[in-house]
């Protein structure tokens, strides 16, 4: 069992920056696939991003794509989701996911191909 709570988030202006992230709790985190999904309101939840146990492979949304960064520390049980260049479509809650991987390569751009989900954080950003 893993649990997953995300923290960070809030308010930015177009163009700035943000950060979230996820600590997990439970002792086989490191053998997790992560990944960051949102929703906005009156939308369905879309692919963010995701990384492999290990960090040595990481997947993106097209629309994020050269503006976010996942990264991981498995030392400290953690993912993290460094956002730059913001846009107001960028304004969603976030959740952080986790999936029983093994030591694998594959990342994971489904929502359905996860086990384990956060509670989520706002991110909003100002025109």
């Known amino acids: 069992q893993v649990q997953l709570v995300e923290s960070g988030g809030g308010l930015a202006q177009a163009g700035g920056s943000l950060s979230v992230s996820c600590a997990a709790s439970?002792?086989?985190?490191?053998?997790?696939?992560m990944g960051w999904f949102r929703q906005a309101p009156g939308k369905e939840r879309e692919f963010v991003a995701a990384i492999n146990w290990n960090g040595g492979f990481t997947s993106y949304a097209d629309s994020v794509k050269g503006r976010f960064t996942i990264s991981r520390d498995n030392a400290k049980n953690t993912v993290a989701l460094q956002m730059t260049g913001l846009k107001p479509e960028d304004t969603a809650v976030y959740y952080c996911a986790a999936r029983n991987s093994g030591v694998s390569n594959i990342v994971y751009v489904r929502g359905d191909d996860y086990h384990y989900w956060g509670q989520g954080t706002q991110v909003t950003v100002s025109s």
């Open positions: 439970g002792r086989t985190f490191s053998t997790h696939a």
